[in-house]
């Protein structure tokens, strides 16, 4: 689940290819959430609770919901596939990973959270780390079944 539309082409293309591989593990839906528009005026702070209130309508109680943060944990591709495998094992609910805003999540929704993943010390694109989050998720399956493409 992620907010605002993909704006460039080439991300949307990456984006579509792998979560059409993503498929042929898992059940995947993908929440684009629209964007929330505030005044110039508006604090950062009211403009990370709309975002807040827009993802926790596609939030039940019963979700496992797992930010993509900063300030997460930080796993390599083999650790963050059996961080997947241990969600999916243990629990029937939902799976939702969430990339937020530019201005990343508000308190509201990180008390909300079950956990928090980092992708990287690096900064990107909101938009960008759709398409490496997108790859890392089929890379994680690709893992899980033991098949080549982690290691090709």
């Known amino acids: 689940m992620y907010i605002g539309k993909t704006s460039k082409k080439y991300l949307q293309t990456g984006m579509d290819e792998y979560f059409t591989r993503i498929k042929h593990y898992i059940k995947f839906e993908l929440i684009e959430v629209a964007d929330v528009k505030v005044g110039q005026k508006e604090a950062v702070s009211v403009l990370k609770k709309k975002e ?8 039940s109680e019963d979700d ?42 508000s308190e509201e929704i990180s008390t909300r959270a ?3 993943i980092s992708l990287s010390r690096m900064t990107f694109s909101h938009q960008l780390i759709r398409l490496i989050f997108a790859e890392q998720l ?12 982690h290691n090709a």
Not at 64 to 79: H, K
Not at 82 to 101: A, C, V
Not at 138 to 149: D, G, L, T, V
Request: charged content about 20%.
């Open 138 to 149: 089929y890379r994680a399956f690709s893992i899980i079944h033991n098949e080549p493409y």
């Open 52 to 59: 807040a209130e827009a993802f926790l309508k596609h939030i």
């Open 114 to 116: 079950n956990g928090k």
């Open 64 to 105: 496992i919901l797992i930010l993509l943060d900063e300030n997460g944990q930080n796993l390599d591709s083999v650790e963050f596939a059996q961080y997947i495998e241990k969600q999916l094992i243990k629990s029937s609910k939902r799976l939702i990973f969430t990339i937020g805003g530019a201005f990343g999540f």
